[in-house]
């Protein structure tokens, strides 16, 4: 049985942001072959509902009688097995006609995952003008599936009713949600399709910051900032606290908006002085933690040189960013002014400091704060740049943090990382803080002692040192390199990994040229912008590359 239609589709998938959308970042079918629906794929057919308004269309007139090669692929997809479904979904969608969304709407209540994102991503290509309109009208769909199909179309389009009307699900149901129930389900691919819209920018600014720009960037570069305009103003006014939401906070939180959570938790506990020591903290750390802004608007390039000492490889790139790109780099906690993976405890803290349970400890040695990491935080340190990385390692079981104070000056001296035995993951030491820009600081060097560093699927422990430098108010990465403080599998006491151990390697270095500060963006087409993404011999791994 043949469901091929008897002419050739030709331009179907339109033209648009959806598409634009849709061909610049794959990630987000994978994102919904991930997380789109829980049943198993032996489940029955589900009941044909009354569908929505926005699928039913006056198109073409009452009488006219569907196309008779349809009979087999709308068949196909009522009774068919997942393939043939699949099959008969995209044989209609090479011929599209809005008579057909009925069957595909209703071939979306199916529980099978990858059919259900192959007819989604199918009608976001072929009906980009009817899917805004389809999708968030499915949101109010019976079937559960086909609500959550909706839910992951919508992370695709660019329209202004999309994101208020995401953020609205996150904040219906109780503050506990009952696991599996549909509010939590709901919940969860509200929060992913709001994620997933960053994770396009994400991938759009690597493009950009290795002077690939290209027109999707740009597109998903809007997405992000009206994403990020919307869903900030909605996150600060209130709402349920879930991680959802607060992970959403983080990931696209601005300097204002942290600054502004950093006042809420002063302001909702007046008399308890760790909320004052927070905002005075932020604000003095401003110009490099955690959400550095450049001092103007403009565009900071430089070439990174990564060497990889252990297996003789190494790596060049030239990496141009302006200040618009910072946000969706920082989505994924590259910061461009460290330019190495160089993730603390304390980004967390002054990010989001309500999540973090801060409380305040009196002492001679100029006080302490004591706070816990969030859910699932994992802290990685290395040599890398975007996708590169040299033996970056990482702390997964970490639960609560130390922050000493220097007693004269009041800033960051040292952070202690603890497991929930309360023995030490991680170690942070900043050295030398200096003047920056209004009023702000920062420090020339940040040591971090991993006692145990997840590197592939060893434990090594490992130290990361880094040199910073400040020039026209910019504070920015110098040098640095990652040093094996011991045999896999070692083990090293709080104490004695601040000390020489006699088995200290250097595993892998790193080191900026050429760095220049444009204060205006690059034209299109600048003579000037990097051609690629470097020269480069030998390749970056997790696992340190042997």
């Known amino acids: 049985m043949s469901l091929r239609p008897p002419r050739s589709w030709s331009g179907a998938v339109g033209a648009g942001i959806i598409a634009l959308l849709i061909a610049a970042a794959p990630a987000s079918t994978c994102l ?11 489940r029955g057919d589900p009941p044909g509902p009354a569908l929505p308004a926005a699928v039913k269309t006056d198109d073409g007139e009452p ?10 692929p709308i068949e196909a997809l009522r009774s068919g097995s997942i393939a043939e479904r699949g099959e008969a979904a995209e044989a209609l969608l090479a011929d599209p006609d809005p008579r057909q969304l009925p069957f595909l709407v209703d071939a979306l209540g199916h529980s099978y995952r990858s059919l259900r994102v192959r007819i989604t991503n199918g009608v976001l290509g072929a009906f980009p003008d009817r899917a805004a309109d389809l999708f968030l009208s499915l949101l109010d769909d019976e ?20 994101v208020p009307r995401l ?7 109780p503050e506990e949600l009952e696991s599996g129930s549909a509010a939590q389900v709901m919940d969860e691919a509200a929060a992913r399709s709001l994620l997933n ?45 879930t991680e959802f939401r607060r992970l959403l906070f983080r990931r696209y939180a601005d300097a204002a908006a942290i600054s502004a959570a950093r006042r809420a938790l002063r302001d909702a506990n007046p008399e308890d002085p760790v909320g004052e020591k927070i905002v005075e903290l932020g604000e003095r750390l401003a110009p490099w933690c955690p959400r550095p802004e450049f001092p103007t608007p403009g565009t900071l390039r430089y070439t990174i040189h990564i060497q990889n000492l252990f297996v003789g490889s190494e790596k060049s790139v030239s990496i141009q960013v302006s200040d618009r790109d910072l946000g969706p780099l920082l ?55 975007l996708n590169i990385a040299y033996w970056s390692g990482t702390v997964s079981d970490g639960e609560t943090v130390e922050l000493e104070l220097d007693p004269a000056s009041g800033l960051p001296s040292r952070e202690t990382v603890r497991g929930a035995d309360g023995a030490p993951r991680m170690i942070v030491t900043y050295r030398e803080f200096v003047p920056v820009r209004e ?20 434990e090594i422990p490992m130290r990361y040192q880094f040199r910073f430098v400040v020039e026209d108010g910019l504070w920015r990465f ?56 470097g020269q480069s011999s030998g390749t970056g791994s997790p696992a340190g590359g042997d």
């Open 32 to 42: 919904a072959g991930e997380t789109l629906g829980r049943g198993t794929p032996g």
């Open 63 to 72: 009488d006219d009688p569907l196309p008779e090669w349809w009979a087999e």
């Open 143 to 162: 079937d559960l599936d086909r609500r959550e199909a909706a839910v992951f179309a919508l992370s695709a389009l660019d329209d202004p009713r999309v």
């Open 167 to 173: 953020v609205r699900l996150l904040d219906d149901g």
């Open 197 to 241: 819209r960053g994770r396009q920018a994400a991938n759009a600014a690597f493009s950009r910051a290795t002077g690939r720009s290209t027109r999707q960037a740009e597109l998903l570069l809007g997405v992000y900032e009206r994403t990020a305009e919307v869903l900030l103003e909605e996150l600060l006014d209130g709402g349920r606290k």
């Open 331 to 385: 989505y994924w906690s590259y910061a461009l002014d460290r330019a190495v993976r160089c993730e603390l405890p304390l980004d967390l803290l002054l990010l989001d400091p309500t999540a973090c349970a801060p409380r305040w400890v009196d002492s001679e040695e100029g006080g302490r704060i004591l706070y816990r990491l969030p859910p699932r935080t994992i802290l990685e340190v290395g040599i890398g740049i």
């Open 439 to 458: 009023g702000g600081f920062a420090p020339l060097g940040v040591n971090v002692d991993i006692l145990r560093a997840r590197i592939g699927a060893r």
């Open 478 to 533: 110098d040098a640095g390199e990652t040093i094996g403080l011991g045999s896999p599998g070692g083990e090293l006491d709080e104490d004695e990994v601040t000390l020489p151990l006699g088995q200290e390697e250097v595993r892998a270095i790193a080191s900026l040229s050429d760095v220049r500060w444009l204060p205006e963006p690059p034209a299109a087409g600048d003579d000037d912008a990097p051609e690629g993404p």
